[in-house]
């Protein structure tokens, strides 16, 4: 733990940044949970029977990964210690979710490259990145 424990300007960037990245994740989890006009219109007929096809379990693993994202976010800008396993267990369930789309279904044929391969790899880079993050924070005794 070094002298200093304050955070330096890019600690608050990056947890500024998240948040509204783990807030958007929260926006579209809500989105399709109540499966809102403004969601569906932006699928095609066989992207939707995709997603209308995902199981419960499914739904509720998604939740896990962005209310932990922004749970930890949340108590990465209060400081707190806690958000380090908050991001371990987003992480967690980013992977299981993203794991079961590649593997259980179609899904990089129907949502195409971009969206079926290259953003699900941008989500899982993230979600590392914040845990690793986090836990050097913790390490540099900017969180207590």
Do not use: H
């Not at 809500?30 to 992207?47: G, H, P």
């Not at 379990?57 to 976010?73: I, K, P, R």
């Not at 967690?92 to 044929?109: F, G, K, N, P, R």
């Amino acid at each position: 733990m070094t002298a200093n424990n304050k955070p330096n300007r890019w600690f608050w960037i990056i947890a500024v940044v998240a948040f509204i990245w783990n807030a958007m994740g929260v926006m579209r989890y809500l989105m399709q949970a109540y499966d809102t006009e403004s969601f569906r219109d932006q699928f095609n007929s066989e992207q939707l029977a995709l997603i209308d096809s995902i199981p419960a379990w499914g739904t509720g693993v998604f939740a896990v990964a962005v209310f932990g994202g922004l749970l930890g976010c949340l108590l990465l800008l209060l400081r707190k210690k806690f958000a380090r396993m908050l991001f371990g267990l987003s992480l967690l369930a980013v992977l299981v979710q993203i794991i079961y789309t590649w593997l259980a279904t179609d899904s990089i044929e129907i949502f195409g490259k971009v969206d079926g391969i290259v953003m699900p790899m941008i989500v899982i880079v993230i979600a590392i990145f914040l845990y690793y993050y986090s836990k050097g924070a913790a390490q540099k005794g900017w969180l207590k």
